[in-house]
């Protein structure tokens, strides 16, 4: 038998895996495991939550009593460091089970009579909101008990990029964590992507088709939830790629209270048939827009560039023009005026590369800034694969960034520069006193006396006099 045929000896087999149970125990047995052994990614995924950069702990299934009944969380990860600890219940939800709030609100009550800093929870929900829970429990409990979750396509990123990126200093520690990463990248460990819009995106699709949905529909609210995972999705999808943190533009506002960007988001869907993103991107010149039009059957990403402080109008659109010699000459390129509120040029980039004057609506007024937009087909589906909304949008993100932001880097003055002596000589027929340019232009032309004549002394002010 050929030896491509043969197949390598696994740290962490798939084969064997019968149901989510099974999906379950294997995955956190790997992944705790992995993290107590390679110490930079045990660190990176607990640090966030306020451990200490220690020695890290792991173990499954740890029993435990409260009251008449027994509890068994699927893992325990403790972490040491001198005379600190941090100890946290884990709980593990793998492929489409969906964490349970009456089973979190009884470990945060065992965390709690245990001195336990915390609860960590794991399943394939993605918050919309960065730190936000996908579940709902009893505040009450949170007094004492920290709650916090991450989703397994998040530590599939996170170990990613400590592999490829940040770096592993130990070859066989590398070794392992790129066994993990195997791992739950392979359909049968229950770490599944983003790959589902739910069963409102059907109704609601048609619903904006008919002009029928409204902001208060149960579908609108559903459907903006899952847009902002998406994003939220796609941030981790992008961030693996670069080896950077990407996270999703949010204001304080939305931050602070998720439930009003979702109500804006579904009042938007009901009354224009959009929903809208942003994605932030270390040392990019901006926040990278994403907009879905259902209507339109378009995904749209934007990004907003300052216009250069100096320099004629069209020297700043040659500016923005040099930036784009590999973007697609679809791409529209718009113009805004400086103190104007109204909308200035638009044009497609192979005509602004032929005749930069378009963007120019007022020869005499300064450019503020410009956009760069990019359009491609929405798909419809509500799932993943060919003609499937999910990765229309992602396949945009990554081709508008790919195309066009990675290229563009904000403008910067240049430095003032040194001049210097031979700089200051004059022409031979002009008197040195005339040249305003010269060192000692602001001392003021030297009289020189007649021959025999002795120079006038110096005047100074009298004290008194003025």
């Not at 990614?41 to 950069?53: D, S, T």
């Amino acid at each position: 038998m050929a030896e491509e045929s043969w197949h390598a000896a696994r740290l962490i087999p798939t084969s064997g895996i019968s149901g989510a149970d099974e999906q379950e125990r294997r995955a956190t047995s790997a992944l705790l495991a992995v993290m107590s052994v390679v110490r930079e990614f045990g660190r990176a995924v607990v640090q966030p939550f306020g451990a200490p950069a220690g020695r890290v702990e792991t173990f499954i299934e740890v029993p435990f009593q409260s009251g008449e009944k027994k509890f068994i969380p699927d893992g325990l990860v403790r972490v040491t460091r001198g005379s600190r600890t941090w100890t946290a219940l884990v709980e593990v939800k793998a492929g489409n089970n969906a964490l349970q709030a009456e089973q979190l609100d009884a470990y945060l009550d065992v965390a709690r009579e245990q001195g336990f800093d915390a609860l960590l929870t794991i399943s394939n929900e993605i918050p919309a909101v960065p730190g936000q829970h996908p579940t709902t429990v009893d505040k009450r409990r949170l007094r004492k008990v920290a709650l916090h979750h991450i989703s397994w396509s998040q530590l599939l990123c996170e170990a990613v990029m400590q592999k490829e990126h940040r770096g592993v200093a130990d070859p066989e520690q590398a070794w392992i964590l790129g066994e993990l990463i195997r791992y739950l990248e392979h359909p049968r460990s229950g770490a599944m992507m983003f790959d589902d819009m739910g069963s409102s995106w059907v109704p609601a699709r048609e619903a904006v088709a008919a002009g029928t949905l409204r902001a208060a529909d149960s579908a609108a609210s559903e459907v903006a939830l899952r847009f902002d995972a998406l994003v939220r999705f796609a941030c981790l999808q992008l961030g693996r790629q670069l080896g950077t943190e990407v996270t999703p533009s949010l204001t304080r506002k939305e931050i602070a209270d998720p439930a009003l960007r979702t109500q804006t988001q579904a009042a938007q869907l009901a009354s224009n048939g959009v929903l809208t993103g942003a994605i932030r991107i270390p040392d990019t010149v901006g926040p990278l827009h994403v907009t879905a039009d259902l209507r339109a059957g378009q995904v749209i990403c934007h990004l907003d560039v300052d216009a250069p402080r100096e320099g004629r109008p069209t020297t700043r659109v040659n500016w923005l023009v040099r930036q784009l010699k590999s973007a697609p000459e679809t791409v529209r390129v718009e113009s805004f005026l400086l103190h104007s509120r109204g909308q200035g040029a638009a044009e497609l980039l192979r005509e602004v590369r032929l005749r930069p004057e378009s963007m120019v609506v007022d020869a005499k007024r300064d450019l503020r800034s410009f956009r760069i937009a990019q359009s491609f087909p929405m798909g419809a589906k509500r799932g993943s694969g060919r003609g499937a909304f999910i990765d229309s949008v992602l396949s945009a993100i990554n081709e508008f960034y790919e195309g066009v932001v990675q290229n563009l880097k904000p403008w910067a003055a240049h430095p003032p520069r040194i001049r210097h002596e031979e700089s200051f000589a004059p022409p031979a027929e002009v008197p040195v006193a005339l040249v305003s340019t010269a060192p000692s232009s602001q001392d003021g032309a030297d009289v020189v006396p007649p021959d025999g004549a002795e120079a006038a002394p110096p005047q100074f002010p009298v004290a008194g006099a003025l």
